[in-house]
């Protein structure tokens, strides 16, 4: 039907960003808004839920008076979140403490003590995970039990960010099989809540959420919520997706073969697979896809458009005070200067670990190196360095999966990173790969939009929405002669990393 529109929601690390999409697949507003993490002693990082709420009804307030459409035409609104990051709420629904976010590493020796309790075995074959490390939810809440029994002892309901945020919208405590498939406590064949898991951490099932398929309705706003945010009551709230699958949908990376790699804060590889990855040897998540009867692995680096932020912050005062002067964004400027820096960053190399290192060799203690500085080192060679690790960090992955028979033809790469020209060169040339970049650049925004329009009834399915959703932007080949140069880069990325693994483990 003409003149409908429905709403995405992307909660990321250190942003929300909104999409309103028309019934043609037209995207007619992006809008966005950022906060900071708090971080401290002890690997703690943690954000107060109110500002999630907060950003999230300001987001979509911006949507509606940028496309200037009528908001009875808005019929359906999803989210897509960030994974792992918990909100422990009390029976009427309030925060008892500040949100802790995937970065955190508090738990780790409440990560020892369930590894001492559950093999590995047990716990990849029923929750898809190979590892057992602080990220997850479940070594949080013990955590919690442990640490802040008060806490504890109010808490009525432990959500996912997703899931707090359909909660805002709804009154309703709901989640979906893809962001409960990272919480350590969610069988991902079953699509329920393992018991013996919630048992050992302390909590009852029925002090989590309901599970339901991405794309389902699960209610229509509340008072409260059609108020803060501008929307009519009527509009349906409909389950979304955990990011990564979400912007796989918004991609148009449906079925197995393709990679859809995402660099914004963190760099993650959403990899469509037809049946479950149960190998031990290859320790990648395997979780539930929002796409139902398709689960996906999940390579991942914990930081990599963060890197860049932190580096731009730090030390490029200069240029984003430029690019204010410019109207213009100031990471186009930081482009410049990697621009004029030959590959291989004249042998500058960057660890990308600021918050642990991700896949294939997890290591919660790894932290980010430069090395290779000399006096004729400038400020565009560290730059460049930071976008040639978040590509060894993909190849270092693609090379591992290769060895245990994966194919792959084509990169479809998103996240705030795809705007840049040279960082998608940068990956086709280590990666020898082609790299699509797509006009719309955050899909987990598309694709919640996608979810939101299949679910409220404006699409038949999703692979029709995305037929005239999804647009592709450009294609980088790489280039045989950087190709060949980039090999010694790699070795020695990879060299340099194992040379400090003892190190981090005596910090």
């Known amino acids: 039907m003409p003149g409908q ?5 992307d909660a990321g690390t250190s942003s929300i960003k909104g999409l309103l999409l028309d019934e043609s697949g037209n995207t007619c507003a992006v809008a966005s808004s950022e906060y900071s993490l708090e971080t401290g002693a002890g690997d703690f990082c943690e954000l107060d839920p109110k500002i999630y709420w907060d950003k999230s009804c300001l987001v979509i307030r911006k949507l509606l008076k940028k496309a200037g459409k009528n908001i009875d035409a808005v019929k359906g609104i999803a989210v897509s979140s960030q994974g792992e990051t918990m909100i422990i709420v009390d029976r009427d629904g309030k925060p008892l403490r500040k949100a802790i976010v995937w970065l955190d590493n508090r738990s780790s020796k409440e990560t020892a003590d369930i590894s001492e309790t559950f093999s590995g075995d047990t716990i990849m074959k029923i929750t898809g995970l190979p590892e057992i490390v602080p990220t997850w939810p479940a070594t949080k809440i013990l955590w919690v039990r442990r640490n802040e029994p008060e806490i504890f002892r109010k808490a009525a309901k432990y959500l996912m960010l997703e899931d707090w945020l359909m909660y805002r919208l709804t009154g309703l405590y709901v989640t979906e099989y893809s962001i409960s498939s990272d919480t350590l406590y969610f069988d991902i064949s079953k699509k329920e809540w393992w018991d ?3 048992s050992f951490i302390g909590i009852e099932k029925d002090m989590l959420p309901e599970p339901l398929p991405s794309g389902k309705v699960v209610g229509i706003l509340t008072e409260s919520a059609a108020a803060d945010t501008g929307l009519p009551r009527e509009t ?8 990564h699958p979400c912007g796989a949908i918004g991609a148009g990376s449906l079925k197995p073969g393709s990679i859809t790699i995402m660099v914004g804060t963190s760099m993650a590889m959403c990899i469509p697979v037809k049946e479950r990855v149960c190998d031990p040897e290859i320790k990648l998540n395997c979780q539930c896809h929002s796409i139902n009867d398709l689960y996906f692995i999940l390579p991942y680096s914990s930081t990599a458009g963060m890197n860049l932020r932190w580096f731009r912050d ?4 200069e240029e984003v005070r430029s690019a204010a002067e410019m109207k213009t964004d100031s990471y186009k400027l930081l482009d410049n200067l990697a621009q004029d820096v030959s590959p291989g960053a004249d042998g500058l190399i960057m660890l990308p670990h600021l918050a642990g290192s991700g896949s ?3 290591n919660s ?4 190196s430069f090395t290779g500085i000399s006096l004729s080192t400038k400020k565009g060679h560290f730059i460049r360095a930071i976008m040639e690790a978040v590509a060894c960090e993909i190849k ?3 090379d591992f999966l290769k060895r245990k028979g994966f194919t792959f033809t084509e990169i479809r790469f998103t996240g705030g990173a795809s705007r840049s020209l ?3 060169g940068i990956i086709s040339d280590i990666t020898g790969l082609p790299v699509i970049t797509m006009k719309e650049t955050e899909t987990a925004s598309l694709g919640a939009a996608i979810l939101a329009g299949t679910g409220a009834g404006i699409f038949s399915d999703i692979e029709s929405a995305c037929r005239c959703a999804v647009k592709t932007d450009r294609i980088s080949f790489p280039e045989p002669a950087k190709y060949e140069a980039y090999k010694k880069v790699l070795s020695d990325y990879i060299k340099l990393n194992g040379l400090l693994e003892n190190y981090w483990q005596h910090l």
């Not at 409909?238 to 990011?243: P, R, V």
């Not at 730090?314 to 005062?317: A, K, R, S």
């Open 196 to 198: 013996e898991m919630v």
């Open 314 to 317: 730090e030390f490029c005062q």
């Open 236 to 243: 349906k709230c409909i389950t979304g997706s955990y990011d």
């Open 396 to 398: 270092y992955n693609l």
């Open 360 to 362: 294939p060799e997890f």
């Open 365 to 368: 203690s790894a932290r980010g």
């Open 422 to 424: 040279l960082w998608s």
């Open 5 to 9: 529109y429905v709403i995405g929601i």
